[in-house]
């Protein structure tokens, strides 16, 4: 009996710009974890095609507070890019969240706004890592800064 599990599709990969380090990942159209968003008006837009790319060094920063207070934390939020070539609506308040759960372990979302509509959109996007959202988070990405360009 096999006891394996399927990798998602789709996983973040580093990538340096702008003299900066960045996470990203792309959902093009037709991707299957676009059918994971949440949409608080499951009758509003969906989302086409998506990238996300998260600032290696913010997310290292908030990292240390969030494990230190997080029995104190609902969430803590940090700014996120997000694009989307054929979104009909505008994505606004992009931001990556971080939420205690259990076990030492958080739930890493990427959530924005349509600013027309109002509707939230949310995907939880800490399975496209390749470690779990735990405290190791932190040594991967202390990992990521020191590989070169």
Not at 50 to 75: G, K, N
Request: hydrophobic share 45%; net charge negative; glycine share 4%.
């Amino acid at each position: 009996m096999s006891t394996s599990t399927t990798a998602p599709a789709a996983l973040f990969l580093p990538v340096h710009e702008d003299g900066r380090l960045w996470l990203r990942l792309e959902l093009p159209a037709g991707s299957a974890e676009l059918d994971q968003v949440y949409m608080s008006d499951p009758n509003d837009l969906p989302l086409p095609d998506l990238v996300i790319d998260i600032d290696v060094a913010a997310l290292q920063r908030i990292l240390s507070v969030f494990w230190e207070f997080r029995q104190h934390l609902y969430d803590l939020a940090i700014p996120l890019g997000m694009t989307s070539a054929e979104f009909g609506g505008k994505l606004k308040l992009a931001r990556l969240r971080l939420c205690p759960y259990v076990d030492d372990r958080a739930i890493l979302s990427a959530c924005f706004t349509n600013e027309w509509s109002g509707t939230e959109y949310a995907l939880d996007i800490g399975q496209y890592l390749p470690v779990a959202v735990d405290r190791n988070l932190a040594c991967y990405l202390a990992q990521l800064q020191q590989s070169p360009a």
